[in-house]
C-alpha cells in the first residue's frame, strides 16, 4: 500500500507528540512492505524530496510563524497529497480539518488524528481557538474516520461533534538500564532529583511544580526541568530567576533523546502537570523509562495510572505533600517504576500502536467500509486483553494554584 502522512514538522523528528508518532509508525509500515510518504516543514540539505531510512519524506512550501505554520504547511502538503492521489492519507492536527475535503474530492481516504483540546490551550488567541475548534468540527463531518489517542477523548468527540472515533492511543518503549553517562557528561545529578518535562504552555502546569518547590522551601528536592516555548512565556522568567538563585536547572528544549531517556530513567520524582490531553506521549515515555511518577488529576491521566495514590490535585500543598513522600522513599519509588514499566508493557506499547494504524490504513485503502467512522470496521485497542480487535495558572493568596485540569467534564460545550 502507498500510504502518506501530514500535519507533523517531519520525518525524522521527535519535536513533540505527533512527531514521535511519526518517528515509530513510518519506518514500522515500511518494515511491513508499505510505501511511505511524510510531508515536512523544512528541506534537507536544501532539497525538497529525499529518503532517509526508506521513508521518502516531502517537504512543501509554508509560513513557520506561530499563527500560520500550521494552516500553510497544512494546505500545501494537502494539495500535494490529493495530486499525488495515495492509498490512504493520516492527518495530523485538527486544524488540518479544513483541507480534508481537498483529499475527499480526489477520492483519497483519510483518517485524522483528534490529538488533544487543542482549542483549550492557552497558548492561542480566541481566533486561533477558534480555528482549531472549527477544523476539528469539519474533520468530524468530512474525514473518512477519526483516530482518539484515549477513551475519555472519544467522548468528548461523541458529545461535541457527534462523532465515533477509533482508539489508537500513543506509546513508548521501556528503557532498559540506560546508564547515567550522559548526565555526568552534563554535570547533573544522577539520582535523587526532581524531573518535569513539558513545553511552557499553561495548560502543563509548571508554574504549579515550581509552588510546590516554593511550598517545600529548604525541604525541597533538586529540580530539573525541561522545555521551552515557541512564544514569549512568563514562566521562561521564573525559571531563569530560580536557575539563577540556583535554586533548580532548567534545561529548555532538549533535542538529545539519551539525556531524556537517562534524566527519565534516574529521577527519583517525576511531575507531570499536561491536562489537555488525551493520552500525553511525555507521560508514556517517562513510564516505559521506569520514572516514578506523579500526575495532575484529569480523566486523560487517571485513564492511564489508574492509580489515586500517582494522582495529585491543583492545589501546591497537595503536590508538595505527594513530593515530600516520594522523594525520600526508595521502596516506594521502586514500586512506582515496576508499575509504570508494567502499564506500557501491558498497554502502551509501539509496537500495538503502529499495528493498530497499520490495520486501520489498510481499511480504509481497501474501502473495507464505507465513509464514516461509526461504519468502518475499525481497528482499536482494546486494552483489557492487549490486542488489536475489529470493532466499533495563577497561585492564589490562599495557597491554591488554578491548575488548567479537566474534571470529570473535561471541556464545556461552547
Known amino acids: 500500500m502507498n500510504f502518506a502522512i501530514l500535519g507533523s514538522r517531519g520525518f525524522p523528528s521527535t519535536y513533540g507528540g505527533y512527531e514521535t508518532l ?23 540539505l536544501g532539497r525538497r524530496r529525499w ?27 494537502s494539495v500535494d497529497a490529493a495530486v499525488r492521489r495515495y492509498d490512504a492519507v493520516l492527518v495530523l492536527n485538527v486544524a488540518n480539518g479544513f483541507f480534508v475535503p481537498l483529499l475527499r474530492t480526489r477520492g483519497v481516504p483519510c ?3 483528534t490529538d488533544g483540546l487543542e482549542w483549550e490551550r492557552g497558548k492561542w488567541s480566541t481566533l486561533g481557538k477558534s480555528t482549531f475548534r472549527s477544523g476539528a468540527r469539519l474533520a468530524a463531518r468530512q474525514a473518512t474516520t477519526v483516530v482518539s489517542d484515549s477513551q475519555a477523548m472519544q467522548k468528548i468527540w ?37 524531573l518535569a518535562v513539558a513545553r511552557l504552555a499553561p495548560e502543563n502546569n509548571i508554574g504549579l511544580t515550581l509552588d510546590a518547590l516554593d511550598w517545600l522551601g529548604p525541604d525541597a528536592p533538586p529540580a530539573i526541568f525541561v522545555g521551552s516555548a515557541n512564544y ?37 520524582v517525576y511531575v ?90 489498510t481499511q480504509l485503502a481497501t474501502g473495507s467500509g464505507s465513509a464514516g467512522a461509526a461504519s468502518l470496521e475499525q ?25 488548567v485540569a479537566p474534571e470529570d467534564d473535561p471541556i464545556k460545550d461552547h
Not at 324 to 346: K, M, N, P, S
Request: net charge negative.
Open 51 to 77: 529518503v532517509t531510512e526508506d521513508v521518502r519524506c516531502i517537504a512543501t512550501a509554508g509560513f513557520d510563524t506561530k499563527s500560520l505554520s500550521t494552516l500553510s504547511f497544512g494546505l500545501t502538503a
Open 158 to 194: 461523541q458529545r461535541l461533534f457527534g462523532c465515533d472515533s477509533v482508539f489508537i492511543p500513543y506509546g513508548s518503549h521501556i528503557m532498559r538500564n540506560p546508564g547515567a553517562g550522559r548526565l555526568r557528561d552534563a554535570n547533573l545529578p544522577t539520582s535523587g532529583y526532581l
Open 232 to 268: 514569549e512565556s512568563p514562566i521562561e522568567d521564573r525559571l531563569r530567576r530560580m536557575q539563577a538563585e540556583g535554586r533548580i536547572r532548567w534545561l529548555g528544549h532538549v533535542e538529545d533523546q539519551e539525556l531524556l531517556n537517562e534524566l527519565r530513567a534516574n529521577c527519583s
Open 379 to 403: 481497528a482499536s485497542w482494546d486494552p483489557r486483553d492487549h490486542r488489536v480487535v475489529g470493532e466499533r495558572g495563577g497561585h492564589d493568596g490562599a495557597g491554591r494554584h488554578d491548575a
Open 272 to 361: 507531570h502537570g499536561h491536562s489537555v490531553g488525551g493520552t500525553n506521549p511525555s507521560l508514556l515515555e517517562a513510564l516505559g523509562a521506569g520514572a516514578p511518577v506523579l500526575a495532575l488529576d484529569t480523566v486523560f491521566n487517571r485513564e492511564v495510572l489508574a492509580a489515586d495514590d500517582q494522582l495529585f490535585d491543583g492545589h501546591p500543598a497537595s503536590l508538595a505533600e505527594r513530593i515530600r513522600a516520594l522523594a525520600v522513599d526508595g521502596e516506594r519509588q521502586r514500586e512506582l517504576t515496576e508499575r509504570g514499566v508494567r502499564i506500557i508493557a501491558e498497554r502502551y506499547g509501539w509496537d500495538m500502536a503502529c499495528e493498530s494504524y497499520e490495520r486501520l490504513l
Open 22 to 44: 511519526v518517528r515509530n509508525l513510518a519506518p514500522y509500515l515500511v518494515h511491513r512492505g508499505h510505501s511511505v510518504t511524510v510531508y515536512c516543514r523544512v528541506p534537507s
Open 111 to 113: 483518517a485524522v488524528n
